[in-house]
């Protein structure tokens, strides 16, 4: 489903150049769930960027489906990102002055898609956030404000959900509940990959990979 083949990321540090990923190769198969663990600054949400098209390599080969989207341009890279990808971040990134419903359907807003309200509701409801339809962020427990983050990225119906932590600003009880939460998805068919420093959540994956500067040691 996703490959990366030789994959480098070099930042600019001033004039200094940072080596957060030094050829990488890994092979996301449709319907596995994979973590990936390792010390901060290894490279853990570079190679999450990489993997999602938000940010391009340095050097290598990235394959969705079998074609090579490095160099392709960044309108035509929006789609794909838009189609095949859902993204969850630790922080959440609610707009605060939206209610949850407007939170979730925001991507299709500005996708120009219809918002078919049956099925959002649906889905809402499925993700036990009925009572918080209509409710701020700031009035939801961190574990809600994770739900509604992980359902605005299901809302374009990815075939895979990159989540960088999602569980790190949560208590054990929350991350518990969210780590569920995917596993249920991911029976559903949906691909994961999970950045993680919950080792007993990392173990639970079907393939766990340990980063360590910017390469896999295991
Ligand atoms: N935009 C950036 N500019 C410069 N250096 C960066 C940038 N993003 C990440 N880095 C550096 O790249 C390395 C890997 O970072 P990151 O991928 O965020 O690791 P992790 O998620 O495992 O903590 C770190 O040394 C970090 O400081
Ligand atoms: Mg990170």
Known sequence: M???????????????EVHALKSIDLKVSKGE???????????????????GCLDRPSKGS????????????????????????GFVFQQFYLMPGLTVFDN?????????QTIDKG??????????????????PKQLSGGE??????????????EIILADEPTGNLDSENSEKIFELLKSL????LTVVMVTHNNDLASRADRTLLLKDGKFIA
Do not use: C
Not at 2 to 16: A, P
Not at 33 to 51: A, E, M, R, W, Y
Not at 104 to 112: A, E
Not at 145 to 158: T, Y
């Open 62 to 85: 990235l394959l969705i489906d079998g074609v090579a989207v490095e160099n392709m341009p960044e309108n035509k890279l929006v789609q794909i990102r838009r189609k095949k990808i």
């Open 33 to 51: 769930f994979i973590s990936i663990v390792g010390p901060s600054g290894s490279g853990k949400t570079s190679l999450l960027h990489v993997l």
């Open 104 to 112: 979730i359907t925001l991507p299709l807003v500005f996708s120009r």
């Open 119 to 136: 099925k959002i509701i649906r889905a809402i409801e499925l993700l036990g956030l009925k009572e918080r339809i209509e409710h701020y």
């Open 2 to 16: 996703i490959e990366l083949k030789g994959i480098e990321k070099t930042y600019l540090r001033g004039s200094e």
């Open 145 to 158: 404000m994770q739900r509604v983050a992980i359902a605005r990225a299901l809302v374009n119906e990815p």
């Open 186 to 189: 991911h029976k559903n068919n």
